[in-house]
């Protein structure tokens, strides 16, 4: 619930100005969400004009380093307290 004092306005769906204002915030988190797409959509663009290769955000995870800690009898949450990382991440690249 949100509740705005002046003018007073209480948003928990039981009257109309709410429903106008929640439809209102949530038209903003669209358009908000499209101008990011937009601006990100023209970052991969300029740099494939550059002649860079769009791969995403570099791994931090040493894929080798978790093989090592399984090959020495390391469970994957062992894995993953050691190398500061969540247990999933452990699996996906032990799975590759």
Not at 2 to 13: H, M, S, V, Y
Not at 24 to 47: C, S, T
Request: net charge positive.
């Amino acid at each position: 619930m949100l509740r705005i004092n002046d003018p007073a306005i209480t948003l928990d769906g039981t009257d109309i100005m709410a429903e106008v204002m929640l439809t209102v915030f949530g038209l903003v988190g669209m358009m908000e969400k499209h101008f990011i797409k937009a601006r990100q959509r023209r970052g991969i663009e300029a740099a494939k004009l550059r002649g860079d290769v769009y791969k995403g955000r570099p791994s931090t995870i040493s894929p080798d380093a978790v093989r090592d800690l399984r090959q020495q009898g390391f469970g994957a949450t062992q894995i993953a307290k050691r190398l500061k990382i969540g247990r999933a991440s452990v699996y996906r690249l032990l799975a590759a």
